[in-house]
């Protein structure tokens, strides 16, 4: 796109997030539905888009680290040290926020989830919208999470006012979230920034594993044990069977392997059995096993390390 073409629609996005409108945008995890978090009519929208349960919090981006003091009361310690290292980033810090910030943004809980997304254009949209923005990912609640605008465009193309592609996203799964209480450091969800680079920074950080069971409220907000699945039944093998159970099953692997044979569909995510390749393209391989009109979809898990821990993640829920 030329530059003015694009001066001219990071303008419109702003101008309507200003308005009260819906954007989806680019960020390096997954595509966001972005609305003015400090508007509560604006950020009801998303909610009604995405057909979101209420009880689901948002999380809140800003344009750079000194916005804080728009939406949380206070930045620790732990906290600079944490933005300094990984904003932008796929790292999402949980604090007590300011009154600004209306109750339908974090459920009616005294703390808001905040992050600095490491996408140029969506920055600069947020800039110059010069307001927080409210954004979960992009899709219909419990649908895969949208990689690329397209995702976007076949979910909720008519519930969004502006889609600004961005192209495919780099990081492909969602931001890892910690809650802060002084200097204390839980992790609620394990996401693109690994657990073993926070902890080398500082220290041991406290885990919460989502319940299995209840459906209803899940033990950390937002952590239902079904998410981000797709419509085909999806299950986890340790080993690949010797033969697919049925012919059409599909199979989402992360590196080649030799028993494949006999699959509708085979998705490998990464030759090298490269977890960040893998995230990378995770989400999109579900999205095409999802259209391929399968009746099963078999997948192992990946390794424990790194991204591995998120991917696990997202699959145990798509297995749900
Ligand atoms: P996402 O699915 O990437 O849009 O992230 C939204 C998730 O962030 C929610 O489902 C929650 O798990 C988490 N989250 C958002 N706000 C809060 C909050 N105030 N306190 C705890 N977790 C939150
Ligand atoms: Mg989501």
């Known amino acids: 796109m030329p530059a003015t073409e694009l001066t001219i629609s990071l303008q419109s ?34 909610f009604a888009a995405k057909e979101r349960p209420f009880f689901d919090p948002l999380i809140v981006h800003l344009a750079d680290v000194s916005w804080w003091p728009r939406v949380v009361l206070d930045f620790p310690p732990v906290a600079e040290l944490l933005a300094k290292h990984f904003w932008p980033g796929p790292l999402t810090l949980v604090l007590p926020k300011v009154a600004a910030i209306p109750d339908i943004v974090t459920s009616g809980m005294p703390s808001v989830a905040i992050r600095v997304p490491d996408h140029d254009l969506t920055r600069e949209i947020l800039r110059r919208a010069d307001v927080p923005v409210a954004a979960p990912s992009a899709n219909p609640f419990g649908r895969l999470s949208p990689t ?6 076949q979910q909720l193309g008519d519930r969004v006012d502006l889609i600004l592609d961005g192209g495919p996203c780099r990081v492909g799964v969602e931001s890892t979230i910690l809650e802060l209480h002084g200097d204390e450091v839980v992790c609620l969800r394990p996401g693109g920034v690994p657990l073993e680079a926070i902890e080398s920074l500082i220290g041991p950080v406290g885990r919460i594993t989502p319940r299995d069971s209840d459906e209803q409220r899940p033990a950390a907000p937002g952590m239902l044990a079904s998410h981000y699945a797709p ?15 049925t012919s059409r099953t599909g199979l989402l692997i992360l590196q080649p392997s030799d028993r494949t044979r006999g699959y509708a569909q085979v998705e490998v995510l990464s030759r090298d059995g490269d977890l960040i390749e893998a ?42």
């Not at 690329?148 to 465009?153: N, P, Y």
């Not at 419509?231 to 159970?245: F, G």
């Not at 399968?294 to 798509?318: H, M, Q, S, Y």
């Open 231 to 245: 419509r085909t039944k999806l299950m986890i093998v340790e080993d690949l069977p010797a033969a697919p159970p």
């Open 13 to 46: 996005a702003a101008n309507v997030l200003k308005l009260g409108g819906l954007v989806a945008l680019p960020t390096e995890t997954v595509y966001g539905l972005g609305a003015n978090a400090l508007d509560a009519r604006a950020v009801a929208r998303i």
């Open 148 to 153: 690329t605008a397209e995702h976007v465009r």
């Open 279 to 320: 995230a990378s393209n995770f989400f999109q391989a579900l999205h095409r096993l999802d259209q391929a009109g399968l009746d099963t979809i078999l997948a192992t898990p990946f390794p424990e390390t790194g991204l591995g821990r998120a991917l696990n993640d997202r699959l145990k829920r798509a297995a749900h």
